[in-house]
C-alpha cells in the first residue's frame, strides 16, 4: 500500500528565511509523481510544485524548491526568501499512474511565517 | 476566478439529519472527489466520479453516498449525520486531458458541525 508520511506537524520560519519541509513516501510503483500543495488559512488548496519520478532533475517554481531522492524516497519541500503569504497547511501527496489514479496525502504540516 | 464551488463554507446540523453538500465545477472536468480534512489524518477520500452517473468508493465511503447527475455537479450527502462527522469536507476535480500534470482543482471547503 501506498504511504505518504509528513513528520512535521508544525513549523515556523522568521521572514526572509528559508526553510524546509520533510515528506517521505512508499510505493511499490515505478511511475508516479509527488506534490506539495498548500491551503491558505480559510482559502481552498492550490497546487505548489509537482515531480514526474522518471525525471532526476529537481523541479523549481519561483522561491519553492523540491529535494527528490528517489532511492531514499524522500521529497522535501523548500521555501527560500519566506513571506507572510507562505502562512499555510502544506499537504505532500503520492499519485501513481496505474489503477484509478487516486491520490495518497500527508498528515500536513502546518507552516507559520513569523514577521 | 473561483472554478470549484462548494455551496457552504460552514455548517451545522443536528444528529440524525439528512446533509447534502454541493459541488459545483466549470472546468468541464471529468472527475470529481470528496474529501473528508481532519487534524493529524490529513485527506481521505470518500467518494469519487469520473463520469456522469458513475461513483466510486473511496477509503471512507460508510455514512455517505453521493450522486452526479451533471458533469459540472457531484453531491455529497450524509444520509443521517453523526457527530464523528463533524469535519471539513474538500471537493476537487481534474481533467483526464491535463492529468497529472496540472493536479486537482479544489473547492474552498465546508466546514460541517453536527451537534
Known amino acids: 500500500a501506498q504511504t505518504v508520511t509528513q513528520s512535521q506537524p508544525e513549523m515556523s520560519v522568521q521572514e526572509a528565511e528559508t526553510v524546509t519541509l520533510s515528506c517521505t513516501y512508499d510505493?511499490?510503483?515505478?511511475?508516479?509523481?509527488l506534490f506539495w500543495y498548500k491551503q491558505p488559512p480559510s482559502r481552498q488548496m492550490i497546487l505548489v510544485i509537482r515531480?514526474?519520478?522518471?525525471?532526476?532533475q529537481n523541479a523549481t517554481e519561483n522561491r519553492f524548491s523540491v529535494n527528490f531522492q528517489k532511492a531514499a524516497k524522500s521529497f522535501s519541500l523548500k521555501i527560500s526568501d519566506s513571506q507572510l503569504g507562505d502562512t499555510a497547511m502544506y499537504f505532500c501527496?503520492?499519485?501513481?499512474?496505474?489503477?484509478?489514479?487516486?491520490?495518497?496525502f500527508g498528515t500536513g504540516t502546518r507552516l507559520k511565517v513569523l514577521a | 476566478d473561483v472554478k470549484v464551488t462548494q455551496s457552504s463554507r460552514y455548517l451545522v446540523k443536528r444528529t440524525g439529519e439528512k446533509v447534502f453538500l454541493e459541488c459545483v465545477q466549470d472546468?468541464?472536468?471529468?472527475?470529481m472527489f470528496w474529501y473528508r480534512q481532519d487534524p493529524g489524518l490529513g485527506l481521505r477520500l470518500i467518494y469519487f466520479?469520473?463520469?456522469?452517473?458513475?461513483?466510486e468508493k473511496g477509503d471512507i465511503p460508510e455514512g455517505y453516498s453521493v450522486s452526479r447527475e451533471k458533469k459540472e455537479r457531484f453531491s455529497l450527502i450524509l444520509e443521517s449525520a453523526s457527530t464523528n462527522q463533524t469535519s471539513m469536507y474538500l471537493c476537487?476535480?481534474?481533467?483526464?486531458?491535463?492529468?497529472?500534470?496540472?493536479?486537482?482543482?479544489f473547492g474552498s471547503g465546508t466546514r460541517l458541525t453536527v451537534v
Open positions: 501527496a503520492c499519485l501513481t499512474t496505474s489503477g484509478t489514479y487516486k491520490y495518497i
Open positions: 472546468m468541464d472536468h471529468e472527475n
Open positions: 466520479s469520473y463520469d456522469v452517473k458513475m461513483k
Open positions: 476537487a476535480s481534474r481533467s483526464d486531458r491535463e492529468f497529472p500534470s496540472y493536479g486537482y482543482t
Open positions: 510505493t511499490s510503483e515505478n511511475n508516479y509523481y
Open positions: 515531480q514526474e519520478a522518471y525525471k532526476q
